[in-house]
């Protein structure tokens, strides 16, 4: 980063985004790189996809930088909101060819003891274990392969309000069993 943008704000990052300048363009991506590479990881679990997602946000924030509005946020947090949503479609997309083998693999990793679980990860895991089928399967397309309620209810072959119940039945059941 050259020692003129180590100085500058993440405000004027995105000004000089705006405006076409190159360096100013390397001193945001070098800025924001591990927080958008690290909550893409933490949220697709391949660094391969997390990258592309990665490239692609800032890619995003270059084309809408005109677009970006202190008012409604930090700079940080509007970058993350572009990566957030990039890797929500991704899992999404994903989701979509998730097969019933795939989706049980899940259910037993994620219920399955493991030889360093922490007190809160055993658990987690017996409540996952005890809550309905149904239920369970619902929260886990919903909150491992990141479909929506209506995706969800497509896939089971249910009415969309029927996988909202579901979603929301499991995670209230969830936080009973955490906080209990």
């Given at each position: 980063?050259?020692?003129?943008?180590?100085?500058?704000?993440?405000?004027?990052?995105?000004?000089?985004?705006?405006?076409?300048?190159?360096?100013?363009?390397?001193?945001?991506?070098?800025?924001?790189?591990?927080?958008?590479?690290?909550?893409?990881?933490?949220?697709?679990?391949?660094r391969?996809?997390?990258?592309d997602?990665?490239?692609?946000?800032?890619?995003?924030?270059?084309?809408?930088?005109?677009?970006?509005?202190?008012r409604?946020?930090?700079?940080?947090?509007w970058?993350?909101t572009?990566?957030?949503?990039?890797?929500?479609?991704?899992?999404?997309?994903?989701?979509?060819?998730?097969?019933?083998?795939?989706l049980?693999?899940?259910?037993?990793?994620?219920?399955?003891?493991?030889?360093?679980?922490?007190?809160?990860?055993?658990?987690?895991?017996?409540?996952?274990?005890?809550l309905?089928?149904?239920?369970?399967?619902?929260?886990?397309?919903?909150?491992?392969?990141?479909?929506?309620?209506?995706e969800?209810?497509?896939?089971?072959?249910?009415?969309?309000?029927?996988?909202?119940?579901?979603?929301?039945?499991?995670?209230?059941?969830?936080?009973?069993?955490?906080?209990?």
């Amino acid at each position: 980063m050259s020692p003129d943008h180590e100085q500058l704000s993440d405000e004027s990052l995105v000004a000089g985004l705006a405006a076409g300048d190159a360096e100013v363009g390397r001193s945001f991506v070098r800025r924001f790189e591990p927080r958008v590479v690290g909550l893409a990881l933490s949220m697709v679990g391949d660094r391969a996809l997390a990258e592309d997602i990665a490239q692609e946000a800032f890619v995003r924030a270059w084309r809408h930088a005109l677009a970006y509005d202190a008012r409604r946020g930090t700079v940080a947090g509007w970058v993350l909101t572009i990566t957030r949503n990039l890797a929500l479609d991704a899992l999404r997309r994903r989701a979509r060819v998730v097969g019933n083998d795939r989706l049980a693999g899940v259910e037993r990793t994620w219920t399955a003891a493991g030889a360093h679980d922490t007190d809160e990860a055993i658990d987690l895991r017996d409540a996952l274990a005890a809550l309905p089928e149904p239920q369970r399967r619902a929260l886990l397309l919903a909150a491992v392969f990141g479909l929506t309620a209506a995706e969800v209810g497509e896939r089971e072959g249910i009415p969309l309000g029927t996988a909202k119940t579901r979603i929301r039945q499991a995670l209230l059941r969830l936080r009973a069993a955490m906080v209990s």
